[in-house]
C-alpha cells in the first residue's frame, strides 16, 4: 500500500501549493460538484498560486450523480485536457467527489495521482481517507470502484462553517463511531465536546485524533479482509435505515443513520457479547438527544431484515454485524438470528422513546 | 503486488477444476466473447466439471468492443448473477476478453478475484500477464483501466491448432521482442523455431520461457515507472504503424505491427546506442521473410510522427523509444529527433525492401 499524506491544516492553499510544487506535475485538474465550484473553489483559486493553470471539472452534486455518465465525463474531460501519467487530480467536496474522483484518478491510464480536500465533515473523517473509491451503479451503492489511496489528504476545518448543524452531525457520527471502537478516553472527550458549537480548533484536534482510528485499521487491512471491518459499527442496521427511508421516499442523511444503526448493535453487543448497559443506556441518551430517532414499527422489520441481507458484507445467507463487548473492544463477522435482529430494534424503538 | 500463479499446462479443465475447488468460491462467472463460446466453451464445460453451475457472461468480439458499454454490460451481468467478493471470473478468450473481464473483476465491488485463460498466441504471451486490464475510450486504446493481475493465467497450445497462421504470426512477434530483451540463447532458440510447424509441446516450452521474461520484469515494476518500458519495444513505431493502417481503413495485426517496429527500433539502437548491424540485418531478414513489410512513403512519415508524439509513453514533448545496446541490452527512455526517425524510418524500408 502506497504510503499517503494525512495532512492536518486550515491553510489548505499553502499545502496545496507545496504538494503541486513537490510533484513537478505538469498537468493539475480540480474536481468539483456545482456546490463545491460555486462555494469553496473561488476562494482556494485566489490563495493557490499553483493553480492558476489548473483546468477544472465540474459535475453535478449530490450521490444521485455519483454515476457512470459523471464518471464517463470526468474521464473525457481528462482525455481532452491532456492528462497523463504524471498528471495530478485533486478532488474538492464531499464524499460524493472524492469517491468518485479518486476513481476516475485510479483508472485513467490506469492511474494518475490524486488529492482529496473533503469540504464536509462527513468525508474528512469517512469517504476522503482510505482508499474506497467508486461508483454506484444500477441502483447500489458503491457498486463498482477500486481500493486506491489518496496520495494526500489535505483536512481542514475551514469549509465547516457554513455547513447546516444537521450536516455537522451527520459527520459526528462517524466520528463517534470511531471513539466506540478506539477506547474510552478518545470517545469520552468526543461525548463531552458539542458539535454545535463549532469550535474549529478543537474540532481539527478531535477530526485528527478520529481519522488516526481509521487510518490504523485501514494500514493494517486495505482490502476489508478482516479487521477493517471494525469500521462497519452500525452499518448493518444504518445502511437497512438509509435504504427503507429512500424507499419511504424521505432520505436521512448517511451520519444519523449510522448513530441510529450503532444504538442498534450497541444492543446486539449487549445481547451476544456483554457490552456494558450502563454505556449502552448512556449512547443511546446521547443520540436520542442530538439525532432524534428513526421511526419504524413493528411492520417495518421484514424490510429491514431484507434490506440487512442483501448488504455487501454478507458473505453467505447470514447476516454480519461487527458488535463489542466494550469500548474499544471489537468482534468482527459476528452473526445475528433474525429473532434477535428483531429483539434489538424493539429495544431500540424503547431506547429512543418510540 | 499479489503472488500470480502462472500455469502452463495443456489439460486446462483439470487445472480450473483445481482453482475453483482451491478457492473454494461459492460463485462462478465465465466471460466469453461470441467467438470463443461457440469455438471454446462447450470442450470446456464438458470437461471441468467444477464450471457446471458458472454462469456465462458473452460479449460481442473484437478491440472496437472492448469498450464503455461492453464494460457496463459485464457489470450488470455480475450484480444480476449475484456475484460478491468470494465470487470467482474467468476470463476465456483474446487479449480483448482478458484486459476487459480483467477490469470488470478488478472493479466490481473494489475487486473479485480472476483468472485469465488466453485463447489466442497473443494473449498468452502478453495480455494475459502482467496486470495491465483496460477498454478503449472515446475512441483510444486502453485509455482507462488498472493494473491489477490475475490470481491465476492457464496458459496452454490447445486453443491455437484452430488458429489463421496469420495470428500465430502476430503473437510470435512478442516472443520475438521477449527473446530481444531477454539474451541471446532464447533469441537464438525463437529464431530457429518454425511457428507454422506448430509443434504444440515445443511451442508451449518457448512460451513458458518467453512468458517468464515477462513476468521477472513486472515484478520488478509492476507499475511501469521503470524497467517494464522495456517491453514496450518496439511499439512506439509498432503503435503508429498500427494506428496508420487503422486510418486507412486497412488495420494490421498488432503483432505484425510490433515486428515492423521492433526494425525500426533496431535501426535507431543500431544509430543511437551500438547495436550491432549483422544483427539488426539479421532480424530484419527474419522479420522481411515471416511478416512482409509495411508500406510507407516519405509522404507518410509527419503522420507517423505526430502519431508517435500522441503515445501515451510520452511523458514530456519527446518520443519515448526502448532501445538496445545488444541483444538484452536494454536501454529505456531514449528519445530521438524527429530526424533520426525518419532516417531510421528510410533505412527500415530499405530492410524490408521497399
Avoid at 136 to 150: H, P, S, Y
Avoid at 263 to 269: G, I, P, Q, T
Amino acid at each position: 500500500m502506497k504510503h499517503q499524506d494525512l495532512l492536518f491544516t486550515n491553510d489548505v492553499a499553502a499545502e496545496l501549493d507545496k504538494i503541486v510544487k513537490d510533484y513537478g506535475a505538469p498537468l493539475t485538474f480540480i474536481l468539483v460538484d456545482e456546490n463545491t465550484r460555486h462555494h469553496v473553489l473561488p476562494r482556494l483559486l485566489s490563495s493557490a498560486t499553483a493553480l492558476s493553470d489548473a483546468k477544472i471539472i465540474t459535475v453535478k452534486p449530490g450521490d444521485i450523480n455519483k454515476n457512470l455518465d459523471s464518471l464517463a465525463l470526468i474521464w473525457s474531460e481528462l482525455q481532452n485536457g491532456g492528462a497523463n501519467r504524471r498528471s495530478l487530480m485533486i478532488n474538492l467536496g464531499g464524499g460524493m467527489v472524492t469517491d468518485m474522483g479518486g476513481f476516475a484518478a485510479s483508472t485513467f491510464k490506469r492511474g494518475l495521482r490524486f488529492v482529496n480536500i473533503p469540504t464536509t465533515l462527513l468525508s474528512a473523517v469517512d469517504a476522503a481517507v482510505g482508499g474506497k473509491t467508486g461508483i454506484n451503479f444500477n441502483g447500489l451503492k458503491n457498486e463498482v470502484g477500486v481500493f486506491n489511496e489518496a496520495d494526500a489528504v489535505i483536512i481542514s476545518t475551514c469549509y465547516f462553517s457554513t455547513l447546516p448543524v444537521e450536516e455537522l452531525h451527520s459527520g459526528y457520527a462517524e466520528m463517534l463511531k470511531h471513539g466506540l471502537i478506539d477506547n474510552e478516553e478518545n470517545y469520552n472527550r468526543l461525548l463531552s465536546y458539542r458539535i454545535e458549537d463549532a469550535d474549529s480548533g478543537r474540532l481539527l484536534s478531535l477530526l485528527r485524533e478520529s481519522v488516526m482510528v481509521k487510518r490504523r485499521i485501514v494500514e493494517e487491512d486495505p482490502h476489508e479482509h478482516g479487521i477493517r471491518r471494525a469500521l462497519n459499527l452500525g452499518h448493518t442496521a444504518g445502511h437497512a435505515f438509509e435504504s427503507l427511508a429512500m424507499r419511504r421516499g424521505n432520505p436521512i442523511p448517511h451520519g444519523y443513520a449510522v448513530a441510529w444503526g450503532c444504538v442498534v448493535e450497541l444492543v446486539l453487543s449487549h445481547m451476544k457479547a456483554g457490552f456494558p448497559s450502563s454505556e449502552l443506556q448512556r449512547f443511546a441518551r446521547y443520540v436520542y438527544d442530538n439525532y432524534g430517532s428513526m421511526h419504524v414499527t413493528c411492520d417495518d422489520y421484514p424490510e429491514i431484515l431484507e434490506l440487512m441481507h442483501h448488504d455487501k458484507k454478507n458473505i453467505s445467507n447470514e447476516i454480519n454485524f461487527t458488535l463489542l463487548s466494550g469500548i474499544g473492544e471489537i468482534m468482527i463477522d459476528r452473526t445475528a438470528t433474525e429473532e434477535e435482529i428483531k429483539t434489538a430494534l424493539d429495544i431500540f424503538r424503547d431506547l429512543t422513546h418510540q
